[in-house]
């Protein structure tokens, strides 16, 4: 009992850190993205304002719609942030010394939890009963079906390394090991896929509105006012989950966590810098060619 | 009192049912569904009891309220009833779904008035017994009697509308499957009996088959079993018998009938042929994945209704039989702790599916008896007029795209763990290559067993209506409603409480043959469902803890969305500036079509597009656009070995040329031929 206290509080307070620092991360990486396209950029800061805008705005709704609709971006928002509170961030610190910290739940459980949030999320954008909605849900299905075999090999990777598949447990031995050729092969493998889970380039363009290029852009267009805000805030924690994720269990530098948050934020920017969006029946080579790392790294563990 | 005799005494009398005059059909009708209702309650708490003692809840010595364990001979000359643990797991299951399910069925069938309603709840009760039969069986004689019985029953329900020919055919279809697979069951039987003093299962499990015959015996047992769960390449008779058999006879073939499938297979596995030879876990791994990925594949193509749920229950089927394979595989390689994770996820799969499947089977039974159709193409927005159908199906899709708070997940994250320890326990390459592939193939079936669901969901129920038969629904009758609220209400309150059901699955492994180890809660890696106490350990997965997670983000939602600003004006959609119409929606065609053409190579997808008029040069071509996708399995493999026998037996037309004098020629023959064998 006072285990589960305790970690649901440290989770919420670290959900909560992550909430507040995902706007930033994000407006990180848009303003590496301006200064390598040599352009002066929003400010860092400029994804707060815009959450702002919306927040204060009128909800409208189209009347064909059922209750999914408004549900929908509260279900994605609260199964990011439940997600966040389950990463090993703050948990793995050590409020039990010496024991293997505390957690919310193991990668599959994590896996499982943001597929909830995409169940919700697909429904909405079809209740919408327009064009958009479908195309975005259809592709995103799509998406996540090339991304999930190379997900789960992710996970089998640390599992297979540390004997457990509680995050936490595979942080505090993550030290154990650094850039052995299995590692570096997983790190770029988790890389590929972080880009593909989050909607990036160079499998969806999340700055563009236009209806050939877009996937993730494609389910929300029909949300508006504090809908909106909720699902582009839950996108944003989502990538900077990632990234945690990233920096904790794949990247193999032994520099402080933060740091190469920042890091992975910059190489984002970089990477979005200099590729374009690839045609939609073409991610799935892209998708295989992380495959065919994780594999690669298994077999030479 | 014994329960089990007192059920399959109420299910004779609901049986008897049918005999009742015309002017009571639906009187009949009633309360033989009833009845049927009741019989499958005693079964469940007969069952429940029984491994509750089991796995030590303190039952009271008098509440156990089936004899279990001990022989329990009905005094017939040859026949012999057991139960055991291995068949009590199989009981609870079919207990469950038959007491809800006949409960659904009570309002279900009343639209079968004056269409032979009385053979339908009769015949209902005899499928429910033959089943409970097959899992109290003690010899093989019985068991087959048994099994041939709910065979012949189910052939008569799904032929129950045999006004149509599709379902004639359908029937058929599965008339000739399933005795293929009773005649590869009964030469495993023979097989093994031959090589034991006689059948009773007690004395089959000391038989001394050796050798080439034993894999002969496995492999028909595993052949027989197989096709009647559906798994791929022997499922072509399900998705055509779940679609022509009325809704509650699909929830309950789906639910319960491919289960009782799965206690054969195990029966056969675990006290007749065993588990040491390396390769018959990992054929039967390698079979379960692909039927799951490939099921669940077709499942995310097809337009109606229960042949989606059909392919999908292939898909689970093929989930259940992965991590039956992967537990012999375990057993194989000395890890006996961790197979019974894995043995106790085939079990409790089996359950989370039965309610699951059975669910979603009745709400496809609501949406036909609502529109009259199953093409999803012709649904849309039925939210709207059945909210609490709606709902269920939400919580029952959930379940089976396996998301957490649903029982879905708790089967399919042992199964995941089975896996992984089977990757890193044994330690060997090639075993840690069949665990790649099995990641790869999972994952692959978990994504698109979500896109699957959404579809069903989103295009059946949300959206704006896609034809006028929306326009005439309703929400269903009580019954109904309850049969379908009760099987949400377990997905919720099992997937947040899993251990109950975790324990008594467990305790249905413990007894027997099967020596192997209890798992105790704390010294495992594996064993964190439910139990919180320090979770970082080892795996966990603690629903339970989840949800006090997710009650305190919904608390802060609510808050932060309630509070003032939030307000909703209703608004058409802005659509570029012309009214969106109803058209311009997903089709379910259109949603699956990026999935049709990333696995094209699998599906091959036939398309026929014809351009009807062209009265413009330019535009204003009206287009006849049509899809088929073949069942490769039906395309490949049924039809060359349908036209092979065609053509041996167009051979026989050279000794069959329809002359009488001829074929008194060969009954000379043959009369000279016995005489002057009887001679020498």
């Not at chain 1, 009347?63 to 279900?75: E, G």
């Not at chain 1, 499998?203 to 006012?225: A, K, Q, R």
């Amino acid at each position: 009992m006072v285990y589960m206290v305790q970690s649901l509080g440290v989770g919420l307070v670290q959900a909560l850190l992550l909430l507040v620092f995902a706007p930033f991360i994000v407006g990180l990486i848009n303003k590496t993205k301006a200064i390598l396209q040599k352009r002066q950029g929003a400010s860092v800061l400029q994804e707060y304002f815009d959450l702002w805008k919306w927040w204060r705005k009128p909800v409208i709704v189209t009347p064909y719609t059922s209750k999914i609709f408004i549900l929908a971006p509260a279900v994605y928002f609260g199964t990011t942030l439940m997600a966040a509170a389950m990463v090993p961030g703050l948990l793995v610190s050590g409020l039990q010394a010496g024991s293997a910290g505390l957690s919310l739940g193991d990668a599959f459980v994590f896996v499982y939890l943001l597929a909830l949030g995409r169940f919700f999320m697909t429904l909405g954008a079809m209740d919408s009963a327009t064009a958009f909605g479908g195309m975005g849900s259809s592709r995103e299905v799509y998406i996540s079906v090339l991304v999930e075999p190379a997900v789960m090999l992710a996970i089998l990777v640390n599992a297979m390394r540390y004997q457990s598949t509680t995050l936490t447990r595979m942080v505090i031995d993550f030290d154990t090991f650094y850039f052995t050729v299995p590692a570096v092969l997983t790190c770029v493998a988790f890389f590929l896929v972080m880009l593909a889970e989050n909607s990036r380039l160079p499998v969806d363009n999340p700055d563009t509105h236009l209806e050939l290029t877009m996937i993730h852009e494609c389910m929300t267009l029909e949300y508006s006012g504090r809908l909106l805000s909720l699902i582009h805030l839950g996108s944003m924690l989502k990538i900077l989950i990632f990234l945690v994720l990233f920096s904790t269990l794949y990247l193999p530098l032994a520099i402080p966590v933060a740091v190469k948050v920042l890091f992975g934020a910059l190489v984002i920017g970089v990477v979005e810098t200099l590729n374009n969006k690839m045609r939609l029946f073409k991610v799935r080579v892209y998708l295989a060619a992380a495959l065919i790392l994780l594999i690669v790294s298994l077999i030479a563990e | 009192m014994d329960f089990l005799f007192l059920a399959l005494v109420l299910y004779a009398m609901g049986a008897m049912t049918m005999l009742w005059p015309k002017r009571l059909e639906m009187a009949a009708h009633a309360i033989g569904m009833v009845l049927a209702a009741a019989a499958s309650a005693l079964t469940f708490l007969a069952s429940a009891t029984y491994l509750g003692t089991m796995c030590g809840w303190g039952v009271p010595a008098g509440m156990t309220l089936g004899r279990f364990g001990a022989l329990v001979d009905i005094g017939w000359s040859g026949y012999t009833l057991v139960a055991d643990g291995w068949s009590a797991a199989f009981l609870v299951i079919t207990g469950l779904a038959g007491t809800i399910i006949s409960l659904y069925g009570v309002d279900y069938g009343k639209a079968y008035r004056g269409t032979g309603i009385r053979a339908l709840s009769g015949l209902w009760n005899l499928f429910l017994a033959s089943m409970v039969l097959v899992l109290l069986a003690g010899d093989g004689f019985t068991f087959i009697l048994a099994w041939e019985v709910m065979a012949l029953v189910s052939f008569l329900l799904v032929n129950h509308e045999s006004k149509k020919k599709e379902t004639v055919h359908a029937a058929y279809q599965y008339m000739v499957m399933t005795h293929l697979g009773t005649a590869a069951i009964l030469i495993a039987f023979y097989l093994i009996g031959s090589h034991s003093p006689s059948l009773l299962f007690s004395e089959l499990a000391h038989n001394t088959l050796e050798g080439p015959l034993r894999h002969v015996a496995f492999a028909a047992a595993f052949i027989g079993f197989a096709l009647k769960s559906g798994l791929m390449p022997l499922h072509v008779w399900l998705p055509n018998a779940h679609p022509a058999a009325p809704s509650h006879v699909s929830a309950l073939m789906s639910g319960v009938m491919l289960k009782v499938a799965v206690y054969g297979f195990g029966r056969f596995v675990f006290y007749f042929l065993g588990m040491e030879v390396f390769a018959y876990g990992l054929i039967v791994m390698l079979v379960g994945l692909f039927s799951a990925f490939l099921g669940v594949l077709y499942a995310s193509m097809e337009k109606d209704m229960k042949r989606i749920l059909a392919y999908s229950s292939v898909e689970n089927m093929g989930i259940i039989f992965a991590t039956f394979g992967c537990g012999m595989l375990l057993v194989q390689t000395g890890h006996g702790t961790m197979a019974m994770v894995a043995f106790t996820a085939v079990l409790v799969h089996s359950l989370s599916h039965s309610i699951m499947k059975g669910l979603l089977f009745m709400s496809a039974g609501a949406v036909m008896h609502a529109t009259g159709s199953k093409n999803v193409e012709l649904m849309g927005a039925l939210a709207k007029k059945m909210p609490a159908t709606a709902l269920f199906t939400l919580i029952g899709a959930m379940s089976l795209s396996s998301l957490p708070f649903t029982t879905g997940l708790v089967g399919e994250w042992m199964a995941l763990q089975s896996f992984v320890t089977l990757g890193w326990q044994t330690g060997t390459q090639e075993l840690r290559l069949l665990v790649i592939a099995a990641f790869v193939l999972m994952g692959l079936t978990g994504a698109l067993a979500l896109g699957c669901f959404v579809r069903l969901f989103g295009v059946v129920f949300l959206g704006r209506r896609r034809s006028a038969l929306v326009l005439k629904a309703y929400e269903m009758p009580f019954f109904m409603l309850l049969g379908m609220g009760i099987e949400a209400l377990l997905i919720l309150v099992l997937g947040i409480f899993p251990m109950p059901m975790v324990q008594l699955m467990q305790a249905s492994l413990t007894g027997g043959i099967m020596a192997l180890p209890m798992v105790s809660t704390d010294a495992v890696v594996w064993n964190g469902i439910g139990d919180f106490a320090n979770a970082a350990s080892y795996s966990a997965y603690s629903p339970f803890m989840l949800m006090m997670l997710a009650l305190i983000v919904t608390a802060i939602l609510a808050f932060v969305l309630e509070g003032k600003g939030l307000y909703v004006q209703k608004d058409v959609t802005w659509n570029c500036g012309t009214v969106p119409t109803r058209r311009q929606q997903y089709t379910a065609t259109g949603f699956s079509k990026p999935l049709r053409r990333a696995f094209d190579y699998i599906l091959k997808p036939r398309k026929e597009r014809t351009f009807l008029k062209k009265e413009h040069a330019y535009f204003g071509r009206s287009v006849h656009y049509n899809l088929f996708i073949p069942d490769q399995f039906t395309e490949k493999l049924y039809v060359p070995v349908q036209h092979l026998m065609v053509r041996l037996s167009a051979l026989l037309h050279l000794l069959q040329q329809g002359s009488v004098r001829l074929y008194i020629g060969y009954t000379m023959i043959a009369m000279v031929a016995v005489l002057i064998w009887g001679v020498m």
